[in-house]
């Protein structure tokens, strides 16, 4: 909370030299309510009243969810190179060790793979894959990193081998969801669907994709939050 409110201190000390008219309102941090802490979204924003008379509000989890820390974004930086096999690896995080995220990016990797040789033909390399946290003192806990690093992996894929643009990346695109070497996408549990939902709904994302077996569920979710 207290990084949120320095960091707000510090825009609206420069604000000024940016800005001739500044909002009525104002904005301020405040925890979630403790009632709902545990299904609500790490980060949510409330608008306030064009007159001033509510403020604007930032809610915050004083603990996330997943494995990540309240408000942290993290970044994944996908390097690849031919090879003879296909692998994963980290670089640049302390997350090293953690075999189940090892498992999950090997089994992107071998997924993304398939889909290319599918769709490119039997003559695709192997491709060895670097995959980077921008976020140092990060780490990844949770099963559902591998639907968006496959479909990066196969749009980078796509690129390097120069066989026409099949599929494009939109922006403001939200995956979740974990995937087997084999291709098969695995539901996301319950217990922390409504989680990436909410994360979503209050992101700046105009899609997300999940899991097929998730989709009646979120769509109710959904409904409730609007």
């Known amino acids: 909370l207290e990084g949120y409110r320095s960091l707000q201190r510090r825009v609206e000390a420069q604000m000024p030299r940016l800005f001739a008219i500044a909002p009525r309102a104002r904005l301020e941090v405040r925890p979630i309510e403790p009632f709902r802490e545990r299904s609500a979204a790490s980060a949510e924003y409330q608008s306030g009243t064009p007159d001033g008379s509510r403020p604007g509000v930032i809610l915050l989890t004083e603990n996330g969810h997943d494995g990540l820390p309240s408000g942290l974004v993290l970044h994944l930086d996908i390097g690849m190179q031919k090879s003879a096999v296909t692998r994963a690896h980290f670089r640049n995080t302390l997350d090293k060790d953690n075999n189940e995220t090892m498992r999950q990016l090997a089994d992107a990797a071998e997924a993304a793979t398939r889909v290319a040789r599918k769709h490119f033909g039997g003559g695709t390399p192997q491709f060895e894959w670097t995959v980077g946290f921008h976020e140092y003192q990060a780490s990844y806990s949770g099963q559902s990193m591998g639907i968006s690093t496959a479909l990066a992996m196969t749009y980078m894929m796509q690129k390097d081998l120069n066989r026409g643009m099949r599929w494009e990346l939109r922006p403001n695109l939200v995956c979740s969801g974990g995937i087997e070497a084999d291709g098969r ?26 899991p097929a077996e998730n989709a009646e569920e979120a769509r109710v979710h959904v409904l409730a939050l609007q």
């Open 185 to 210: 996408v695995k539901e996301l549990p319950r217990s922390i669907l409504w989680v990436k939902v909410a994360a979503a709904f209050f992101s700046p994302a105009d899609a997300l994709v999940l």
